[in-house]
């Protein structure tokens, strides 16, 4: 593990020795500096490399193909308001996910996004199953329950 030293930094790789992290020493397309922190040993950000220009490239397209899937699941959106519909749109995710159209961390955050919204959903209908028998109790001032 490295070694940290007293300002917070790893000893040596982050911080410069006056304990102010290096700024990039290139210019925006606008124009202005580059305000992003430099990685040592360069004068460069990891944008501004020449050196990583390949890897910036395909970590672009990686996150643009990563966007376009996640627009493709807004594209086919349905109403997620009934326990039948969560159960469609879960066996949905689990066969898109089994045949790789979906990201195994996409498909993660999207069953989390279900359970949270079935919780939401059985809380509304038992909301309204108490409103209804609220409403078929007699005018008394007691009830029954």
Avoid at 32 to 37: L, N, T
Avoid at 92 to 102: G, N, Q, Y
Wanted: charged share 25%; with cysteine; proline share 7%.
């Amino acid at each position: 593990m490295p070694k940290r030293d007293c300002r917070g930094g790893v000893a040596g790789r982050t911080v410069g020795g006056n304990g102010v992290q290096p700024r990039c020493t290139a210019q925006t397309q606008q124009g202005a500096p580059c305000r992003s922190f430099a990685v040592p040993p360069r004068p460069y950000c990891r944008m501004h490399d020449p050196e990583r220009a390949a890897e910036v490239q395909m970590s672009r397209a990686k996150g643009g193909a990563h966007a376009s899937k996640l627009r493709a699941i807004a594209g086919r959106r349905s109403k997620l308001d009934s326990p039948r519909a969560l159960l469609a749109f879960t066996a949905t995710l689990i066969h898109r996910t089994v045949e790789r159209e979906l990201e195994p961390d996409v498909a993660r955050c999207a069953f989390y996004g279900l359970s949270l919204q079935r919780q939401l959903v059985e809380s509304s209908e038992l909301e309204q199953r108490i409103a209804a028998l609220e409403a078929q109790a007699p005018a008394r001032g007691r009830r029954r329950w």
